[in-house]
C-alpha cells in the first residue's frame, strides 16, 4: 500500500455490499485523511470505506428467509381460534326397561 492520503475520485478496492464482491470504488467522502465513504463502480451503491475487508461469511440467506419469514407471520393477525368441535349431545341411552316400569304404573 503506498502511504500518500486517499484523495476523492481515487480508485480503490473495497467490499461492496450490495454486490457482495471486492471491486473498484471510488473515493466519494474523506474523513481526517481517511477514506469515509466509497461508491462502487459497479453497482454505484455509497457505501462506509470496509478497508477492503470481506465479511466473514454465515449462512446469510437462510437468516434473512427465516427473518422473512417471522416478519411476515408477525404481521399478521393471529388466526382467529378454531371453534369448538360440535359437541354432540350425550345420547340418552333409552332405557327401555324404565319405560316398561313407568308403563306399568299407568
Ligand atoms: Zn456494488
Redesign the pocket.
Known sequence: MSDRLPRLGDVIDDY????R?L?NHDVTSLFGGAVAKVT??????THDYRNAEVPPKRSRKKDEKQNLIDQVLAGMPMPPAAPPAPVAPPRKKRDLWADVERLKKK
Do not use: A, I, K, S
Open positions: 461492496c455490499p450490495r454486490c464482491l471491486l462502487c463502480r459497479t453497482c454505484h451503491n
